[in-house]
């Protein structure tokens, strides 16, 4: 790999002093989790691979679902198991809580505003509780119900017109356009790309890139001493990337500062507010780092979660049938999914969770780090190690799963695991106090959107491929994308 040849290329004297100590034991800590040894400099580096989730997968099937690695200069520990997640996310939480922050977090100083990568803190409650307080609440989302519904709306409207000229819909690019309009909505009150078109492009291979680039292998954050250099570029590019969404906001900004507030108020309104009455807590690097990761995460990790589950529906011809005809019985051929539809419709929610389960949108979570050493299962991991959660290899682990390969959601109908953070078995958003803040969005939204899209339309795949034929590859960054988008022709159901 790259940056692998790289990092033989700059080897340093304190990598040397490194070796010196590995070498002769000097300073080695007691009683270390099983793990790969690692080799001089790069350590396990070359054990990553393009695809870490699958790699740290199978070397946990050698050395067990407590695994330490040294990758270059750094620790890291990576959890394989629902027991060992348990462990980490709710018995020993608060010693697990704080961030790993990736050198290309820090461009913009994003990581000093951000409420996925600031510490556990008075800041971070606070922007914690702005998030659920006004957008993620039972309350919130009731009261925002219309706005997704209208988005819904649009986006079957999108759909009928593309099927109407015979025209491939990129389900991935429609389902970001959704959830961006959405977000948007319920922040700045406005649409951000037109609803009706193929737009947006620019914003989705922005938002994919700054999750490639985060979850992007970086020599940086493994041999610290090469921040200056930032040998691959990727810190230089995230600047590049951050700055663009944070010109969006900034003119946001402005706009609603001499309007002085929108006509119903919103999320910015309200931030904006508190920022007026509090500026130590919360102010505007705090507000834009805020749409960030709402803009981000949000869009990124439903967009690519409704592709998935809309890939193995189109693989698997019998799921769908099996779909359809439930939404046939319950709400009528070609209706809406309504929010109080979900309950009724228990074997669209167990599509949902089983492409969750074998598609997680995050797929090692995102990273942790020990500030102090930690005790874990009998063993001692030392202090400054990244923790690394990898809900792939749980969701795919064949002591908890039947034919874990397989896409089953029938296997959910007899099944109480659910994926509200509880059932360490299926923990796609985490778990502990660092929980996604997304998720009631998301299982609001996801159900929603694909058995809207299932009870709408018939579907033709783009090139007239078989469906054993549909491109399964998996691009890696911080969340799980598709390495080729899905690409189908919807036949309006009349």
């Given at each position: 790999?790259?940056?692998?040849?790289?990092?033989?290329?700059?080897?340093?004297?304190?990598?040397?002093?490194?070796?010196?100590?590995?070498?002769?034991?000097?300073?080695?800590?007691?009683?270390?989790?099983?793990?790969?040894?690692?080799?001089?400099?790069?350590?396990?580096?070359?054990?990553?691979?393009?695809?870490?989730?699958?790699?740290?997968?199978?070397l946990a099937k050698i050395y067990g679902p407590v695994m330490f690695l040294k990758l270059g200069r750094t620790t890291a520990l990576v959890i394989s198991s629902a027991a060992a997640a348990k462990e980490v996310l709710q018995k020993q939480d608060l010693a697990f809580s704080s961030r790993h922050i990736p050198d290309a977090l820090n461009a913009h100083n994003h990581s000093h505003y951000s409420t996925v990568w600031l510490p556990v803190s008075t800041q971070w409650r606070t922007l914690r509780k702005i998030l659920n307080t006004n957008i993620f609440t039972g309350n919130s989302l009731d009261t925002n119900q219309h706005l997704r519904r209208k988005k819904v709306q649009e986006l079957v409207a999108y759909c009928r017109k593309a099927g109407a000229c015979k025209d491939p819909v990129d389900i991935g690019r429609a389902a970001f356009r959704t959830t961006l309009n959405l977000l948007s909505n319920t922040i700045f009150s406005i649409d951000l790309t037109d609803p009706y078109e193929d737009s947006g492009k620019e914003f989705k291979e922005l938002v994919g890139n700054i999750m490639v680039e985060a979850g992007k292998p970086n020599l940086v954050d493994f041999f610290p001493l090469l921040k200056k250099i930032d040998p691959q570029g990727i810190k230089r590019r995230m600047t590049h990337y951050f700055g663009k969404i944070f010109e969006i906001s900034e003119e946001l900004i402005e706009e609603r500062l001499v309007m002085n507030g929108s006509k119903h108020e919103d999320v910015l309104d309200v931030c904006l507010k508190l920022s007026q009455e509090n500026p130590d807590e919360i102010n505007r690097a705090h507000i834009k780092s805020l749409?960030?990761?709402?803009?981000?995460?949000?869009?990124?990790?439903?967009?690519?979660?409704?592709?998935?589950?809309?890939?193995?529906?189109?693989?698997?011809?019998h799921i769908m049938t099996k779909a359809k005809h439930e939404l046939e019985e319950v709400i009528g051929k070609g209706k809406i999914v309504e929010e109080s539809d979900i309950?009724?419709?228990?074997?669209?929610?167990?599509?949902?969770?089983?492409?969750?389960?074998?598609?997680?949108?995050?797929?090692?979570?995102?990273?942790?780090?020990?500030?102090?050493?930690?005790?874990?299962?009998?063993?001692?991991?030392?202090?400054?190690?990244?923790?690394?959660?990898?809900?792939?290899?749980?969701?795919?682990?064949?002591?908890?799963?039947?034919?874990?390969?397989?896409?089953?959601?029938?296997?959910?109908?007899?099944?109480s695991l659910d994926v509200q953070g509880r059932d360490f078995e299926l923990i796609p958003f985490g778990a502990g106090r660092r929980i996604c803040p997304g998720l009631p969005l998301a299982i609001r939204m996801l159900p929603v959107m694909l058995g809207t899209l299932i009870n709408n339309f018939d579907w033709n795949i783009d090139g007239g491929l078989r469906d054993k034929n549909i491109d399964m590859s998996e691009k890696f960054g911080i969340t799980l994308q598709k390495a080729n988008p899905l690409c189908v022709v919807p036949i309006p159901i009349d």
């Open positions: 790999m790259e940056f692998v040849i790289i990092a033989l290329g700059l080897f340093s004297s304190c990598a040397l002093i490194g070796i010196i100590s590995t070498v002769f034991g000097i300073g080695k800590p007691k009683n270390l989790p099983p793990g790969p040894a690692p080799l001089p400099i790069i350590g396990n580096l070359h054990l990553l691979g393009d695809h870490p989730h699958q790699s740290l997968a199978n749409f960030l990761d709402l803009f981000a995460a949000g869009t990124d990790t439903t967009s690519n979660s409704l592709e998935w589950a809309m890939t193995e529906v189109l693989r698997n011809p309950l009724k419709l228990p074997y669209l929610w167990c599509i949902v969770k089983e492409t969750l389960r074998i598609h997680p949108p995050v797929p090692l979570l995102i990273p942790r780090k020990i500030h102090s050493e930690v005790k874990l299962n009998g063993f001692i991991v030392p202090k400054g190690t990244q923790v690394l959660v990898n809900v792939w290899a749980i969701g795919r682990d064949s002591t908890t799963w039947d034919d874990s390969l397989m896409f089953k959601p029938e296997r959910f109908l007899t099944s």
